[in-house]
C-alpha cells in the first residue's frame, strides 16, 4: 500500500531539511571563525579525548623545559664560581712560591701572607654564592651559608645531599655541587691556605704546601669536569624537549586546527545547498486560500 504525501508532511521534511543545512552551515562558520575543528567535545569526542591527551603532554613538556632552564641557570652560576675558585688557588700558588724565595723581606712576606688571607676571605663569599635565594654550594640546605668565614680557618657544611631535577619521564640530572666536595677534600681547601700563612709567621719555607695546593686545584679541576659532562646533557635534554614539543603541536594541530582553505569550499558549498533549498521550498509551499482571494 502506497503511503499518502500530504503537504503536512512536505512542509515538515523541508524544515527538518533546512534546519540540517543551517545547522551545518552555522558550524562551519564557526570553524572559520576560531580556526578550530573541536570547538566543544561533542564535535569530535575521540579527536577531543586525542587533544586532551596531547595537551597533558604539552603542560608536561612545559615543565620540564623550565626545569632544564632553571637547572642550566644554576649549574652556569655554579661553574662560573668553581671557576673563580681556580683563578684564587693559582694566584694563592704564584704568592706561595713568591714566598719561598729567600730574598724576600718581612715586608714581602707580610704582604704575601695579608694578600693570602684576603683571597682566603674571598673564598667563603664564593662558597656562599647565591642564585634566586638559593645557595649553590649548601647540598639539600639551599636556604643555610654552608661557609663560616668567622671561624679560623673558615668551616664548611658536610650536607652532601644532590639537588635533582627531572628533564623527562623518569631522567634526572644532579644540577648541584656541594661546599663539601668543595673545600672540604684533601685536607680542606682553608686549612691548606692557612698552613701557608702559618708558614710564613713561623719563618718555614711554605713552598712545603704546593703539592697540597696542587691538588685543591686539580679537585676543582675534577668536579668543574663532571659539572661540564652534566650541562652537555642539559643542553642535549633542552633540544630534545624542543624536538618533542614541536611534534606534539603538530599532533595537536592534526586534531583540533581547521583546514582553511577546505573550510571555505565547505562553506560555500553548504551555503549553495542552503540557498537552492529556500528557493525549493518557496516552490513547494502551497499557496493558502488568503492568495487565491486576492
Known amino acids: 500500500m502506497s503511503t499518502r504525501i500530504t503537504q503536512t508532511m512536505m512542509n515538515q521534511t523541508l524544515l527538518a531539511n533546512l534546519q540540517t543545512n543551517y545547522r551545518n552551515l552555522s558550524q562551519t562558520q564557526q570553524e572559520l571563525s576560531s580556526g578550530k575543528k573541536i570547538n566543544k567535545p561533542s564535535d569530535d569526542p575521540v579527536a577531543a579525548v586525542r587533544a586532551m591527551n596531547y595537551q597533558s603532554t604539552l603542560n608536561e613538556i612545559d615543565q620540564y623545559k623550565r626545569n632544564v632552564s632553571d637547572g642550566s641557570s644554576w649549574m652556569q652560576s655554579t661553574d662560573s664560581s668553581l ?20 730574598t724576600n723581606s718581612s715586608t714581602d712576606l707580610q704582604a704575601i701572607k695579608d694578600e693570602i688571607t684576603q683571597l682566603s676571605g674571598h673564598l667563603v ?24 668565614g668567622s671561624q679560623n680557618p673558615p668551616a664548611v657544611s658536610n650536607n652532601n645531599g644532590a639537588v635533582n631535577y627531572q628533564v623527562g619521564k623518569g631522567s634526572t640530572v644532579q644540577i648541584n655541587v656541594t661546599g663539601n666536595q668543595v673545600f672540604n677534600q684533601n685536607g680542606g681547601m682553608f686549612n691548606v691556605l692557612k698552613s701557608i700563612t702559618d708558614s710564613i ?19 676543582v679541576i675534577t668536579i668543574r669536569s663532571d659539572l661540564g659532562a652534566r650541562m652537555n646533557r642539559m643542553d642535549l635534554s633542552s633540544s630534545r624537549l624542543d624536538g618533542l614539543e614541536q611534534s606534539t603541536n603538530n599532533l595537536m594541530s592534526n586534531e583540533v586546527d581547521v583546514d582553511i582553505a577546505q573550510a571555505y569550499t565547505n562553506f560555500s558549498a553548504q551555503q549553495a545547498v542552503y540557498n537552492s533549498a529556500l528557493s525549493a521550498g518557496a516552490k513547494i509551499i502551497q499557496p493558502s486560500l488568503v492568495d487565491f482571494l486576492k
Not at 125 to 148: H, K, M, Q, W
Open 83 to 102: 671557576d673563580e675558585v681556580t683563578q684564587v688557588l693559582q694566584r694563592v700558588r704564584e704568592l706561595t712560591v713568591q714566598a719561598g724565595n729567600s
Open 125 to 148: 663569599e664564593v662558597g656562599n654564592s647565591e642564585i634566586g635565594g638559593r645557595y649553590l654550594f649548601g647540598g639539600t640546605a639551599t636556604t643555610t651559608a654552608p661557609c663560616d
Open 201 to 219: 709567621d713561623n719563618g718555614t719555607n711554605p713552598s712545603d704546601q704546593l703539592n697540597n695546593l696542587d691538588a685543591q686545584i686539580n679537585n
